[in-house]
């Protein structure tokens, strides 16, 4: 006897995303996350940055959060986990999950809402090219594309070089606002008329620019870093208020998942830990696991009792650089705009055959300067003199390769306690290195020509899995069916990355939500 | 090549100091626990491991960079268990780590006792020690029996007693007569270097503790003295009432449950005889109020002080009380949390500590500097703010780059012969 038609395992964006049309179809959905709840919202009237910084009131309070973890050290972390002040939000995941890597960081969190408390809200969609090597087509998502898009909630401009990149099929919230620095970039490229080899254009972002009934619009306060007071950039914890309204849904909270078995009648029990230590047991038709592509895939290795056999970790391998834009030296420091990515890029690497990166640019006076300096080898009274000097002209550029650079993998392995875990290997490719610096050099002599400067030294290539840009573990058409079925497991179906068959260079989470929207919608029709 | 050492348990109270001391007298350190210990600039490696699962065949191997391993001190305990004695997670964790570490021909095994280790001990921990020891049978397989630690971030038993000290002006206790000997967390750690590095030792079992013992009563009117300052009057109640009392109010269905371990503990302590152990590694132990004083209120005065200049050095401005508060906050709670041993020089000038900044290397030092970067980033200064937020005009920025570039470069060369990594 099952107790539900569907079990969802994890309520980050690609668990949410596919529990959505099973939901709807009326089928009885039982929602399970980890053992934390979600990021608090920061206070809606919080001052804008550029006031903290002024010395507005709790100033201190709102940028280092009540208990100063803002003051750890964030060495090797991406600028975006400013936002979680809270430092128990990473922790958890590794331990919980068993995972152990060497070579390559993994970024996981416990939460619920998943990673999607704390992301870059980059939301563009693949193209035709980027999906050459799966085996559904672009129209197969499409569909997916345009409701998932549509609920989330995103803004850009259908009509700039970039537009094609991120997207055109879908429908937009008007685009966010441009500060000075990428105004002007972008003005000089338009007056350029394009650029061979390289597009510039608006940022593609999940943030929302028209208020909705539970969420507002983007207030525009450059402190997104630090977390969103309205809830404009999208967080699947918000989403998930919504879909547990339905009388079909039910979501339960702070049971950690250790393992799936099939039983002999055909449903699959589902063993989970609770807070308290004590070990309880879900039986579904039909489980959906949808727990960050690292635990799932550990999930899926252990049900198939696939030991030492190693899987491929596919990532986008990703480098940081800061850029100086001199015109903007001394110019008053912007106190009102986006404080995410506002401008992307699209850059090719000539004798790569057909390959790009893709980058995005920050506005250096919305992230939290002192990171940016850390590793300048300067004295810090230097490199607080450089950074108040530089900041009206700082940009930082995040740039991201296709995985066809990325050479990580991951088995799984007994261990004494009788609790497998997963251990992941990083690494890229030999090319990797030459293509970085290639991409290096063009994407300076590009924005040079467009009035911003690399900084020297300030190029800093990330740690496989630092980008958090991860999946292909149990790629579609290999050991999942194109529904995500696992092979071997029937019952048991992946909906979030580790189902990647490649991975661009572009950020993949709305993939991950359409291509489990996709999937759910098949289940929903099956289960008719 | 320098020396190579594993250290399990740097997660806690002990080993965190442990690892950091290692690496400041620049030994090499494999670290061996659940989560990655905080980076360090050179000569440390990380392997995943607990007391429940085998010690990874690449840890104890040798490796690129680093020499073979002398020695192993091993901190890790894990406090909660649901099995018997007999198959705790400690004893069969340790006899599986030692078998690896005979394997590897580790010739060294410093283990981290307890006073309280005996057999027949009132306490599971003081007997989990003991059995622990029985397994330590091959030369070189030193035991470490630590007495009462303190001093250093307000973490563990120590946190708690200094707590207790502090919550009321009269204060029931059992076990007050009961003879402690209280050892600095840094002597600890000193100590247990010295036991795993020195090339002879002439035998197994050493105390780390104070050879003359106080009592416990003493001990808590001293920490309340000293981080308190008050008095505090401690009531003796007698044990064996006490604990059929909370044996039964354990029972009861409440949420709150006195640890029985902890009372069990204290009331079954022996006194070690250590002062010729303590010789033979030429550790000296400074009196336990000498060093106290330091910690309570002149390790907080000192802590404002070393802000005032660390704040200044970085930012110019004279921070405001306000500043100085967050920064104090931010060293107990992710620095080391002691004041660093600044030179008088650097408190009064500090813009001299721009000049012995370090380079590239990580220390205490700079990542002081850089909580103070983070602090000015979002905080002001008596009005003024770290950005020019109205524009200075670009002449002025580039003036101010210019001036930036030559102050630096002829800094660099101060810097690159004098930087300090920092120790508190
Ligand atoms: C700083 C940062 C910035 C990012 N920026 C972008 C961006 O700009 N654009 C973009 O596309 N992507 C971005 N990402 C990546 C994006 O956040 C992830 O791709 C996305 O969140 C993955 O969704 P998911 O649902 O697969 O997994 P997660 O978001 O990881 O959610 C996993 C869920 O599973 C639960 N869970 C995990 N293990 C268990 C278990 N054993 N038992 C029960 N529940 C479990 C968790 O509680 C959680 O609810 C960013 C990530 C980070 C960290």
């Known amino acids: ?528 | 090549m320098t020396d190579h050492i594993v250290i399990t348990g740097y997660e806690g109270y002990i080993g965190r100091r442990l690892l950091a001391s290692a690496l400041a007298l620049g030994l090499t350190v494999t670290a061996l626990g659940r989560r990655p210990p905080p980076p360090a600039t050179h000569g440390l490696r990380w392997f995943r491991w607990d007391l429940e699962s085998p010690v990874p065949v690449a840890a104890l191997a040798a490796a690129d960079g680093f020499s073979p391993i002398k020695a192993l001190i091993h901190a890790a305990h894990q406090w909660t268990s649901a099995r018997s004695e007999a198959d705790d997670e400690n004893v069969v964790g340790t006899g599986l780590l030692l078998d690896a570490a005979r394997r590897s021909g580790i010739g060294r095994i410093v283990f981290c006792s307890s006073v309280s280790e005996r057999m027949d001990a009132l306490n599971r921990y003081g007997r989990i020690k003991a059995a622990i020891g029985h397994l330590l049978t091959a030369d070189g397989e030193i035991s470490a029996r630590i007495g009462l630690v303190y001093g250093g971030p307000r973490q563990g038993q120590w946190g708690t007693m200094v707590a207790l000290s502090g919550m009321v002006r009269l204060l029931p206790m059992v076990g007050i007569r009961t003879g402690v000997q209280p050892i600095h967390v840094d002597e600890v750690c000193d100590g247990l270097l010295r036991l795993a590095l020195a090339p002879r030792l002439s035998r197994r079992v050493y105390g780390l503790a104070a050879p003359t013992p106080i009592s416990f009563g003493e001990w808590l009117r001293l920490l309340c003295r000293i981080f308190h300052g008050r008095r505090l009057w401690v009531l003796p109640l007698p044990l064996s009432p006490i604990l059929a009392l909370v044996h039964m109010f354990n029972q009861l269905p409440l949420e709150l449950h006195v640890d029985e371990e902890r009372l069990l503990g204290l009331a079954g302590l022996p006194t070690v005889s250590c002062a010729d152990d303590l010789a033979e590694i030429g550790l000296r132990l400074i009196a336990p109020d000498n060093r106290l004083w330091d910690e309570g209120t002149v390790r907080r005065r000192n802590l404002l002080q070393e802000g005032r200049a660390i704040l200044r050095a970085v930012c110019g401005g004279i921070p405001s009380p306000s500043l100085l508060k967050i920064y104090v906050r931010g060293v107990e709670r992710y620095g080391a949390g002691l004041p660093l041993a600044l030179p008088i020089v650097a408190l009064r000038w500090p813009l001299l500590l721009r000049a012995v900044e370090p380079v590239r290397a990580d220390g205490e030092l700079k990542s002081r500097l850089q909580m103070a970067l983070v602090i000015t980033d979002g905080g002001n200064f008596d009005g003024t703010s770290a950005y020019a937020f109205d524009g200075e005009g670009r002449i002025r920025a580039l003036a101010g780059l210019a001036w930036v570039a030559l102050v630096e470069t002829l800094l660099l060369a101060f810097r690159l012969t004098f930087g300090r990594k920092g120790q508190s």
């Open chain 1, 1 to 528: 006897m099952s107790d539900h038609d569907v079990l969802v395992i994890g309520s980050g964006p690609s668990g949410v995303a596919a529990a959505w049309p099973l939901a709807e179809a009326g089928l009885s959905v039982h929602l399970v996350d980890g053992v934390l709840p979600r990021l608090a919202r920061p206070a809606p009237d919080r001052p804008s940055l550029s006031a903290l910084r002024q010395g507005a009131p709790g100033n201190l309070r709102h940028l280092l959060g009540e208990r100063l973890d803002g003051l750890r050290d964030m060495k090797g972390y991406s600028p975006k986990l400013r936002s979680c002040a809270d430092a128990a939000f990473l922790e958890g995941y590794h331990d919980g999950n068993a995972i152990a890597s060497v070579d390559f960081q993994v970024v996981g969190t416990m939460a619920q809402g998943g990673l999607s408390n704390v992301w870059g809200a980059a939301a563009s969609l693949f193209d035709q090219e980027d999906l050459a090597d799966w085996p559904i087509s672009l129209a197969d998502l499409l569909p997916s594309y345009r409701r998932v898009v549509k609920r989330v909630g995103v803004s850009g401009s259908l009509f700039d070089d970039m537009a094609p990149i991120h997207g055109l099929d879908v429908e937009l919230e008007p685009p966010l606002s441009l500060p000075p620095s990428s105004a002007l970039l972008l003005e000089r490229y338009d007056r350029r008329g394009g650029m061979p080899g390289f597009l510039l254009g608006r940022s593609r972002n999940a943030v929302l620019t028209r208020p909705r009934e539970d969420r507002g619009a983007c207030l525009e306060d450059m402190g997104c870093m630090w977390g969103c007071g309205v809830g404009a950039i999208y967080n699947s914890a918000d989403d998930l208020a919504q879909l547990r309204s339905l009388p079909n849904v039910t979501v339960l909270s702070g049971l950690m998942i250790l393992r799936l078995r099939r039983d002999e009648d055909g449903s699959v029990i589902v063993t989970g830990r609770t807070a308290l230590g004590e070990e309880r047991q879900l039986r579904a038709r039909r489980v959906i696991l949808a727990a960050g592509t690292l635990a799932s895939t550990r999930l899926a290795l252990d049900l198939l009792q696939k030991f030492d056999v190693p899987v491929p970790v596919l990532n986008a391998p990703a480098f940081a650089a800061g850029l100086l834009i001199p015109r903007r030296l001394g110019q008053p420091i912007p106190a009102k705009g986006f404080g995410m990515a506002q401008l992307a890029f699209r850059l090719a690497l000539p004798g790569e055959a057909g390959k790009s990166v893709f980058g995005l640019l920050y506005d250096g006076a919305s992230m939290a300067a002192p990171d940016l300096a850390a590793q300048m080898p300067l004295s810090r009274f230097g490199a607080k003199s450089v950074l108040r000097a530089l900041l009206p002209g700082l940009l930082l550029a995040l740039v991201y390769l296709p995985s066809s650079y990325s050479r990580s993998s991951a088995s799984l392995r007994r261990s004494s306690d009788g609790i497998p875990s997963l251990e992941i290997r990083g690494g890229v490719s030999t090319e990797h290195k030459a293509a970085v610096q290639m991409a290096v050099k063009r994407m300076a002599s590009h924005l040079r020509r467009l009035g911003a400067w690399l900084l020297p030294g300030s190029v800093s290539v990330f740690e496989p899995g630092a980008e958090v840009h991860y999946g292909g573990t149990l790629p579609m058409g290999v050991a999942t069916t194109i529904h995500g079925e696992l092979i071997g497991a029937p019952g048991v179906t992946l909906a979030d990355g580790a189902i990647f068959n490649t991975l661009p260079a572009k950020h993949h989470t709305m993939t991950m939500m359409a291509n489990a929207d996709r999937i759910g919608r098949h289940l929903a029709l099956e289960a008719r």
